[in-house]
Every structure is written in C-alpha cells, then in structure tokens.
C-alpha cells in the first residue's frame, strides 16, 4: 500500500521518535509512506486561535499539495494536524472559501482528499491481517488506551469513532494479543500545549489521567498523539514530584505496541527514548 504522509512539525522535530515508530511499525505491513514535497505547517499551535483564513489556508495548501502530487488520501499521525486538515476540508466545500485560497495559496484546492489518523491507517490494514502477523503475543499487556481530546472530536468534523467511549485503539491491541483495561480518562484533556504556558495545568491533568490508569489495573499506557506523549512521558517525573509518589507507567505509541508484536525490537521503534523505563 502507498499512501501520501503529512508529517506536520512535531514528528520532524521533538517528537521525531513517534515518526520511527509510525514508519518503522507501517514498513511492517508493506505501507510506503510517501511524505509530501514542500509540505507546510498545518498551523495547530496558534493560528486556528489567532486568525482564521490563515487556519483554512496553511492546510488547504498541504491539501493541494496532495492533489497536486496524485494521492488521494494522506496520513497525518499527528491528531491536531489530522483535525486542521479535516477543518479546512469542511471550510472547502463552501465555494467563495475554495476560492479565496486558491487565491492565497496559489493553487487549485478542493476537499476531496481523504485524511487518515493512525488508527484510520491501522483499521484500513485491517485487525485480522494485524492479527495474522503477529509473532510476539502481548500477553502480559494490560493497556490503558488513551485518546486525548482531539483524535474523537469534534465528531461533526473528525467523524471517528464514539467521541466518548471510543474503541478503536481497544480493537487493534486485542488484535495483538494485549487485554486493555476499562477505565475513566481515555478522552480527558492532559493540558496539550500548555506544557510551555502553563506547567502546573498539565500536571495537574496528566496526574489524574495516570492515577485512573493504575488504579483499573494498567501496565502501560497507549496514546497516538505527540504532544500527549509529551505530557505523560516527559513529564512524569515532575509530576511524581508534585505529589510525592512514584508511578512508573511506561507510555507508548499504538505503533510501539502493534510494531511489538509483529517482531520489531524496541530500538527500531524508537521505544528506547522514551523518559519512563519500559517493561
């Protein structure tokens, strides 16, 4: 299979591990991620916040890109990016919006181009040609399948999975042999990028998110964001130190635990840079 790929800026930066996982999990499956020349900013961090027609035009412009470049639908692991991606598509479809970025952008836009998240990707490949791969049970997992805000919502725009109860995630892992926990916080906020403006708000939040996951009983948490990976990972050992109490659970990328049990070791999926020791 070969798909477009949208890498956006964290996986090209400091969440460059994610992007080793994703290719090193999909070249598993024979995916050819084909990343897209001249790619841009999507503009998640602030513009949607600060301007809007500049919100539409930095990803109607990747969308055009896609086109341009033959592919249909593209790969955007990155949920905010899958999400302004899918945003500008909607904002597309309304003809003076299509025309007035072709005007900024300089090219010919539209929304036909399909936007796949990671999971949509997994789910394409389908759970029982994951399952039939398999060589390394993940028997004795017991994860935690974290979703964060954005992967679920706004359904109106994303149009995946149960925005309050999903289950994809759930789904894939079983495929690989995991047993995932039924717990509370799987599409609580973890503070996002507040990481920077707002240390003790992310704390706060990926404290709570952590605790739930132990307390039902998870040896792991699971999580297909970049920035959630931050917050949960990374900054664990501040949050132990807030409220004085060791916690341990190591965080992976679906990719790290699907690449897993198909055989790959953890240096090829990037596992062994992770903050918290892994089991």
């Given at each position: 299979m070969k798909v477009g790929y949208y890498p956006g800026c964290a996986l090209h930066g400091s969440s460059n591990d994610y992007e080793q996982s994703v290719r090193a999990c999909l070249a598993a499956f024979d995916v050819e991620l084909n990343e897209l020349e001249e790619w841009i900013c999507c503009g998640a961090t602030a513009a949607h916040a600060l301007n809007h027609r500049l919100s539409v035009a930095l990803p109607a412009r990747n969308l055009a890109l896609a086109k341009q470049q033959g592919w249909d639908e593209m790969l955007a692991p990155g949920p905010m990016c899958s999400m302004q991606l899918l945003k500008a598509n909607?904002?597309?479809?309304?003809?003076?919006?299509?025309?007035?970025?072709?005007?900024?952008?300089?090219?010919?836009?539209?929304?036909?181009?399909?936007?796949?998240?990671?999971l949509d990707l997994l789910h394409k490949l389908g759970e029982g040609a994951i399952s039939q791969r398999v060589m390394a049970p993940l028997e004795d997992c017991q994860p935690a399948c974290y979703y964060g805000c954005l992967l679920t919502?706004?359904?109106?725009?994303?149009?995946?999975?149960?925005?309050?109860?999903p289950s994809s995630m759930e789904r894939l892992l079983e495929a690989c042999g995991a047993q995932p926990v039924d717990w509370n916080y799987r599409t609580k906020c973890c503070g996002a990028g507040m990481t920077l403006s707002n240390e003790e708000t992310v704390l706060e939040l990926s404290h709570e998110i952590l605790a739930d996951a132990i307390?039902?009983?998870?040896?792991?948490?699971?999580?297909a964001c970049p920035m959630c990976h931050v917050n949960l990972d990374m900054k664990q050992p501040a949050i132990e130190r807030r409220y004085e109490k060791k916690l341990g659970l190591p965080v992976y990328y679906v990719t790290d635990l699907v690449g897993r049990a198909v055989g790959l070791d953890d240096r090829a999926l990037g596992i062994n840079r992770h903050f918290v020791a892994v089991g």
């Open positions: 909607s904002e597309l479809r309304k003809p003076a919006v299509r025309q007035e970025m072709e005007e900024i952008v300089e090219l010919q836009v539209d929304d036909s181009i399909g936007v796949l998240n990671i919502r706004p359904q109106s725009i994303v149009n995946f999975d149960d925005p309050e109860r307390d039902n009983g998870a040896s792991c948490l699971v999580v």
